[in-house]
């Protein structure tokens, strides 16, 4: 089949090396670059772009109309700590959004929609340590609220009109390539940064924090092969649990430290995102991504460390 692809928020830390690997894959023409920003990278010049804010459900629709597209990717969101300071735009942005996507996904018969959730859809009533896919979950932040019902949708798509909605649920995603946007995880990039810069980092999440991680290039692997697995083989179409490796700032700081032996890790005074992180889990059981699709992570923190320096160094 011929593929259009369409991926919405196409300049932010994940759309960003999304769109130039579908491009090595599907050609630079069919893969068209979505986002409100204008684009600082390789991908206005690579292919096309245009102007999209997913709440315009008109310019959405347009959007719709004149690429067809097989398959939608929606990264356009608010993320945990951008989250808390503007909750009602969170929630518009994070739930309007999708709803629009869903909604044209259906009329103009795309035949595949990704749409991320997160590790923050867990709550401080879910079980800490190898989160598994089905218990408690009581989110706390507007970020998490809105992946939370988000994930509901989907299933709820899927279930009554048959849209083939895929999701994975990302921890803590670390990459060189784009800047974070606003996120409680962020630190676990910035203290590279700082490291090659500085020797020093302050970290605004205390030494004990352990979250799970994952290194981008797993990330955008794992997605592009949910997103062409065969159907049949999808068990799970709320989100899929998914995990690379678990850290604290410290276990970080010691790895950080063989490659950079002066380096100096820090504490900042107490910051929001610290309840943020310790509402979350530790650690995740993403056996059924494994079972359903084969999923396995290339990244551990040894992998991971050494590359983000690497890459940063150059
Ligand atoms: N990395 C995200 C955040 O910290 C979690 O999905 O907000």
Same mark, same amino acid.
């Given at each position: 089949m011929h593929e259009k692809i369409v991926v919405i928020g196409s300049n932010g830390q994940i759309g960003t090396e999304l769109v130039s690997e579908l491009r090595k894959s599907y050609g630079d023409g069919n893969v068209i670059a979505c986002d409100i920003r204008r684009p600082d990278y390789d991908i206005k010049n690579a292919g096309p772009f245009e102007f999209v804010n997913v709440l315009e459900k008109e310019i959405l629709n347009q959007l719709f109309k004149k690429y067809k597209p097989t398959q939608v990717y929606l990264l356009a969101a608010l993320l945990s700590a951008t989250g808390e300071q503007n909750p009602k735009l969170a929630w518009d942005l994070n739930m309007n959004g999708l709803l629009n996507v869903l909604d044209l996904a259906l009329e103009y018969n795309t035949a595949r929609v990704y749409w991320p959730s997160s590790i $923050? $859809?867990?709550? #401080?009533? %879910? #079980? /800490?340590?190898?989160? #598994?896919?089905y218990c408690i979950m009581d989110p706390n932040t507007v970020y998490g609220i809105s992946k939370l019902a988000g994930e509901r949708w989907c299933e709820y798509y899927f279930q009554r009109y048959g849209l083939d909605v895929r999701s994975i649920r990302y921890p803590g995603l670390i990459s060189w390539k784009a800047a974070p946007g606003g996120g409680t995880t962020d630190y676990a990039i910035h203290i590279f940064h700082d490291a090659l810069k500085k020797q020093a980092y302050q970290s605004f999440l205390s030494a004990e924090t352990e979250l799970p991680m994952m290194y981008m290039d797993d990330a955008i692997r794992g997605t592009i092969e949910l997103m062409d697995a #065969? $159907?049949? /083989? *999808? %068990? *799970?179409? %709320?989100s899929y649990n998914f995990t690379g490796m678990s850290f604290t700032p410290e276990t970080l700081a010691n790895e950080i430290k063989k490659h950079i032996p002066g380096f100096k890790l820090g504490y900042t005074e107490y910051d929001q995102r610290q309840a943020i992180a310790d509402s979350w889990p530790r650690s995740i059981d993403d056996g059924i991504a494994e079972r359903d699709w084969g999923w396995k992570p290339d990244f551990d923190l040894t992998k991971m460390t050494a590359e983000m320096l690497n890459n940063l160094r150059k």
């Amino acid at each position: 089949m011929h593929e259009k692809i369409v991926v919405i928020g196409s300049n932010g830390q994940i759309g960003t090396e999304l769109v130039s690997e579908l491009r090595k894959s599907y050609g630079d023409g069919n893969v068209i670059a979505c986002d409100i920003r204008r684009p600082d990278y390789d991908i206005k010049n690579a292919g096309p772009f245009e102007f999209v804010n997913v709440l315009e459900k008109e310019i959405l629709n347009q959007l719709f109309k004149k690429y067809k597209p097989t398959q939608v990717y929606l990264l356009a969101a608010l993320l945990s700590a951008t989250g808390e300071q503007n909750p009602k735009l969170a929630w518009d942005l994070n739930m309007n959004g999708l709803l629009n996507v869903l909604d044209l996904a259906l009329e103009y018969n795309t035949a595949r929609v990704y749409w991320p959730s997160s590790i $923050a $859809a867990f709550g #401080p009533n %879910s #079980p /800490k340590d190898h989160t #598994p896919q089905y218990c408690i979950m009581d989110p706390n932040t507007v970020y998490g609220i809105s992946k939370l019902a988000g994930e509901r949708w989907c299933e709820y798509y899927f279930q009554r009109y048959g849209l083939d909605v895929r999701s994975i649920r990302y921890p803590g995603l670390i990459s060189w390539k784009a800047a974070p946007g606003g996120g409680t995880t962020d630190y676990a990039i910035h203290i590279f940064h700082d490291a090659l810069k500085k020797q020093a980092y302050q970290s605004f999440l205390s030494a004990e924090t352990e979250l799970p991680m994952m290194y981008m290039d797993d990330a955008i692997r794992g997605t592009i092969e949910l997103m062409d697995a #065969p $159907a049949e /083989k *999808i %068990s *799970i179409r %709320s989100s899929y649990n998914f995990t690379g490796m678990s850290f604290t700032p410290e276990t970080l700081a010691n790895e950080i430290k063989k490659h950079i032996p002066g380096f100096k890790l820090g504490y900042t005074e107490y910051d929001q995102r610290q309840a943020i992180a310790d509402s979350w889990p530790r650690s995740i059981d993403d056996g059924i991504a494994e079972r359903d699709w084969g999923w396995k992570p290339d990244f551990d923190l040894t992998k991971m460390t050494a590359e983000m320096l690497n890459n940063l160094r150059k």
